[in-house]
């Protein structure tokens, strides 16, 4: 019996292999052939940050952490299918040339710096990857359906993670913390990063107006009072911010559908009300009602973090036009200087900061340069302005009616945020959409082109 066991612990690690060398392999088919599948493993990764904070790494010479594992596999299966499938919606030209400043930015960091550069770059490694992952698919209202439901499972998990942490860290229950005895630095109530609540922003926001588009639409709907409690609690006023532009964008789209703008601005007051009254009137909310006034007065004041980032992007600027005719036009590569000197307004004087632009327009024009940035934002362009004439065609459109709101969500979320690979997946689910539906017009203005009389021709047939 126990040689038996011996023998078992010994050829385990050899079938592990195995069964990797096959799951594999099966796995790049059904992303391949299959949307469900690689969002499954985009979101799958997503959430496994979430529940861990910071994932896991393996040393190879460099520290790669598994999420770059996965998002280099979706970056493969999106590469074989841009140069083989047959169901690519038109490449726009945008999000080529923003790929290829990230490639040259990257390459050239590289050969300069080594490793930082890659460390640097990961970020919009990650988006590139994901971004076109989704738009080498051609995209329908079922597959936007699939998107929203994925994202409220992952707004409902992150709720209960939230939850859980909170009881953690305020019953306490020290056994449970982590060793820094909090879970994130910048706040104890901020037990999410900002990336995490940007989904439960959008996930209120998807059940606020967009309830009917799928189940998980209208369970999203169910728990609104629960996520809007939720985004108020974390404190992420980059949060915020995208939160009211969504609702202002719903409101704006709703306009398309008869009579439901009362209808929803009624649906958000109940909402609300529903939100704030237990924070007004329990002792047991007072404090977190405080912290969030509190936040709030500073974020409206320009203190706090508010103001070292307008200082940061200042900073981040000035480094880049220093940079010369070659900084400007393509920006510094990545692993490159960017130390800069930001005002304290606690202690006086400046201290110096480090960290990434908390701006991915500033970070992308510092990095890429002008070309980076203006194909990012003629890409962005392109799906707003594509998605909004599909809102404002006679028939309407649903899909695009959420897919413009949060787009525009996320392009507010990106001036005091940086880039996220599951933001990239909506911008690049957009961008499809809409090339599905320009191409779809193209054919049927060809059919419905009239054919002219054949002329006769002499030859030998």
């Given at each position: 019996?126990?040689?038996?066991?011996?023998?078992?612990?010994?050829?385990?690690?050899?079938?592990?292999?195995?069964?990797?060398?096959?799951?594999?392999?099966?796995?790049?088919?059904?992303?391949?052939?299959?949307?469900?599948?690689?969002?499954?493993?985009?979101?799958?990764?997503?959430?496994?940050?979430?529940?861990?904070?910071?994932?896991g790494a393996i040393q190879l010479g460099i520290k790669v952490y598994y999420t770059d594992f996965a998002l280099l596999f979706i970056a493969v299966i999106a590469l074989l299918r841009l140069l083989a499938a047959k169901d690519v919606p038109r490449w726009h030209w945008a999000w080529g040339l923003y790929t290829l400043a990230f490639v040259v930015s990257l390459g050239t960091g590289l050969v300069a710096f080594g490793s930082g550069a890659g460390v640097q770059a990961r970020g919009y490694f990650y988006s590139v990857a994901a971004g076109s992952y989704a738009m080498s698919f051609a995209i329908d209202e079922r597959r936007v359906k699939l998107l929203l439901n994925a994202m409220v499972a992952m707004a409902l998990l992150i709720l209960c993670i939230c939850v859980y942490r909170w009881i953690v860290y305020y019953t306490p229950i020290t056994e449970l913390l982590p060793e820094e005895g909090v879970y994130n630095t910048d706040g104890a109530i901020r037990v999410v990063r900002s990336h995490e609540a940007m989904v439960l922003?959008?996930?209120?926001?998807?059940?606020?107006?967009?309830?009917?588009?799928?189940?998980?639409?209208?369970?999203?709907?169910?728990?609104?009072?629960?996520?809007?409690?939720?985004?108020?609690?974390?404190?992420?006023?980059?949060?915020?911010?995208?939160?009211?532009?969504?609702?202002?964008?719903?409101?704006?789209?709703?306009?398309?559908?008869?009579?439901?703008?009362?209808?929803?601005?009624?649906?958000?007051?109940?909402?609300?009300?529903?939100?704030?009254?237990?924070?007004?009137?329990?002792?047991?909310?007072?404090?977190?009602?405080?912290?969030?006034?509190?936040?709030?007065?500073?974020?409206?004041?320009?203190?706090?973090?508010?103001?070292?980032?307008?200082?940061?992007?200042?900073?981040?600027?000035?480094?880049?036009?220093?940079?010369?005719?070659?900084?400007?036009?393509?920006?510094?590569?990545?692993?490159?200087?960017?130390?800069?000197?930001?005002?304290?307004?606690?202690?006086?004087?400046?201290?110096?900061?480090?960290?990434?632009?908390?701006?991915h327009y500033v970070q992308t024009l510092y990095n890429l340069g002008l070309v980076g940035l203006a194909s990012f934002l003629a890409a962005a362009?392109?799906?707003?302005?594509?998605?909004?004439?599909?809102?404002?065609?006679?028939?309407?459109?649903?899909?695009?009616?959420?897919?413009?709101?949060?787009?525009?969500?996320?392009?507010?979320?990106?001036?005091?945020?940086?880039?996220?690979?599951?933001?990239?997946?909506?911008?690049?689910?957009?961008?499809?959409?809409?090339?599905?539906?320009e191409r779809a017009a193209r054919a049927a203005a060809v059919a419905a082109r009239p054919v002219g009389p054949k002329r006769l021709r002499w030859g030998w047939s």
């Open positions: 019996m126990l040689s038996a066991l011996f023998t078992l612990f010994q050829a385990m690690p050899y079938v592990a292999a195995l069964a990797l060398g096959l799951l594999v392999p099966i796995l790049g088919v059904l992303c391949y052939s299959h949307f469900g599948a690689g969002l499954a493993v985009v979101a799958g990764m997503f959430a496994i940050e979430a529940l861990w904070m910071f994932v922003g959008q996930v209120f926001v998807i059940g606020l107006f967009f309830a009917s588009m799928s189940r998980g639409a209208l369970l999203g709907r169910v728990f609104a009072p629960v996520v809007l409690a939720c985004v108020l609690a974390l404190q992420h006023r980059s949060v915020w911010l995208a939160v009211l532009v969504g609702v202002l964008t719903g409101l704006f789209v709703a306009r398309s559908r008869s009579g439901s703008r009362l209808g929803q601005v009624l649906l958000l007051a109940g909402i609300v009300a529903l939100t704030a009254l237990p924070m007004a009137v329990s002792d047991k909310f007072s404090s977190v009602t405080d912290q969030v006034t509190g936040s709030a007065n500073r974020a409206v004041d320009g203190d706090g973090s508010v103001g070292e980032r307008l200082d940061n992007w200042k900073g981040m600027i000035a480094l880049w036009a220093a940079g010369g005719p070659r900084s400007i036009a393509i920006g510094q590569s990545f692993g490159s200087d960017a130390t800069r000197y930001v005002r304290d307004k606690v202690r006086g004087g400046e201290h110096k900061i480090e960290y990434y632009a908390h701006n362009a392109y799906a707003v302005v594509g998605l909004y004439r599909r809102c404002a065609c006679p028939e309407g459109d649903r899909a695009a009616e959420v897919l413009l709101t949060l787009l525009v969500m996320q392009l507010a979320y990106y001036v005091p945020y940086g880039t996220d690979y599951l933001q990239s997946v909506i911008l690049g689910v957009a961008i499809a959409y809409v090339a599905g539906h």
